[in-house]
T-cell receptor, first 110, second 116 residues
Framework: GQSLEQPSEVTAVEGAIVQINCTYQ??????LSWYQQHDGGAPTFLSY??LDGLEETGRFSSFLSRSDSYGYLLLQELQMKDSASYFC???????????WGLGTSLAVNP | DADVTQTPRNRITKTGKRIMLECSQT?????MYWYRQDPGLGLRLIYY???????NKGEISDGYSVSRQAQAKFSLSLESAIPNQTALYFC???????????????FGEGSRLTVL
């Protein structure tokens, strides 16, 4: 089967750095995406890695290692507004639909 | 105005009723999707459409049907609603090429459905 694993919950304090990991097992792989979802809101696209390495977008960075079937989202200088759920999703090439992880709930405390 | 609009945003209905959730988009995207979200279960794909004449089942299509009335409109129907269809439903769109190269979907604000 195809699956993605990510931690269910992560807690951090304001100003800190947090890393959310995602490991995947899929029959094909084109790239790994990350989405943010605030409680009850719409998921919003954060980043995408199609090749190995680090992609940086402001305070957020995303990393991919295709050989390890592993990626992570790195959030720096955490702010209270970063409290949300974060989903990794793989484009596995199966009609180019996304396969989703179950999400990581990030709580940022003062 | 939102690029992807879902109506209704909230709906409470009774078991056995027919329900339609509507989605319209102004992004000009070919691809549209319906997802269901339940606590702890992430996003599960119900149906997707790559163009007006192309409709495909997702992983949990039983009990649901869809209609792609135009490039900009994609409706989800529950022919006879049951309580375990209580969930948050999201419509999403993507450009074909963008979805392949960046995995970027654009989501509506969601439709919260409660079936009593």
């Amino acid at each position: 089967g195809q699956s993605l694993e990510q931690p269910s919950e992560v807690t951090a304090v304001e100003g800190a750095i947090v890393q959310i990991n995602c490991t995947y097992q899929t029959s094909g792989f084109y790239g790994l995406s990350w989405y943010q979802q605030h409680d009850g809101g719409a998921p919003t696209f954060l980043s995408y890695n199609g090749l190995d390495g680090l992609e940086e977008t402001g305070r957020f960075s995303s990393f991919l290692s295709r050989s390890d079937s592993y990626g992570y989202l790195l959030l720096q200088e955490l702010q209270m507004k970063d409290s949300a759920s974060y989903f990794c999703a793989v484009n596995a090439g199966n009609n180019r639909k996304l396969i989703w992880g179950l999400g990581t709930s990030l709580a940022v405390n003062p | 105005d939102a690029d992807v609009t879902q109506t209704p945003r909230n709906r409470i209905t009774k078991t056995g009723k027919r329900i339609m959730l509507e989605c319209s988009q102004t992004k000009g995207h070919d691809r549209m999707y319906w997802y269901r979200q339940d606590p702890g279960l992430g996003l599960r794909l119900i149906y997707y459409s790559f163009d007006v004449k192309d409709i495909n089942k997702g992983e949990i299509s039983d009990g649901y049907s869809v209609s792609r009335q135009a490039q900009a409109k994609f409706s989800l129907s529950l022919e006879s609603a049951i309580p375990n269809q209580t969930a948050l439903y999201f419509c999403a769109t993507s450009r074909g090429i963008a979805a392949f190269t960046t995995g970027e979907l654009f989501f509506g604000e969601g439709s919260r459905l409660t079936v009593l």
